[in-house]
């Protein structure tokens, strides 16, 4: 696996060189100075770029970042409808294990790029001095948040609904509609940031 200077040298040389990129960016737990950084993290890495039709012509120009041997093109799915509008994603893995999340961006979209990140966001190059203001990452979206005290009994009560399809599911021997919706039920724990760990003292002392 390359290191983490490899990679980021890498990525932003290739910016760098290619002038269809203007502006390069950082996003997710590698900016995110409270998270112990640990060999599963991914590089979620944006290019905002004059000319993205160009980049999908093929996917050749990928090469450059290493041996693939698996990619996901969630914008070219048939199966799963493409949700980020003009922008186009790879999800690569390497054969070295590194994994590269990479978002190309019309660069025409920087102000909404940037209006609507989650704020887990490090500018690595700006040819254009296009952002104005200095970038700060921070993880703020993400505190915990109390609750009311209605919306912790409606995730209280949701999640206990949904058991009750989980006992059918199960009574029927109808394994994998009995896992759905486990699975759904155990989505309420982490509903509205923190219900889970309110609602998981309710459920489980």
Partial sequence: MRSEQEMM???VDFAMNDSRIRLATLEGSRTNKNIPPDTFQDYDVSY???DIESFKENDQWLN???KRIMMQKPEDMELFPPELGNWFSYLIVFEDGDKLDLTLIPVIETEDYFANSDGLIEVLLDKDARIKNEVHANDRQYWIKKPTARQFDDCCNE?????TYVVK????????FAIDHLHESASE???NDGLAHRIGARIYL
Avoid: C, N, P
Avoid at 159 to 163: A, E, L, S
Avoid at 169 to 176: F, N, P, S, T, Y
């Fill in 169 to 176: 599911g199960l009574a029927r021997k109808e394994i994998l």
């Fill in 64 to 66: 450059v970042f290493g």
């Fill in 48 to 50: 905002l770029v004059t």
């Fill in 9 to 11: 040298s890498m990525l």
């Fill in 159 to 163: 999640f206990w609904m949904v058991w």
């Fill in 189 to 191: 724990l982490v509903k």
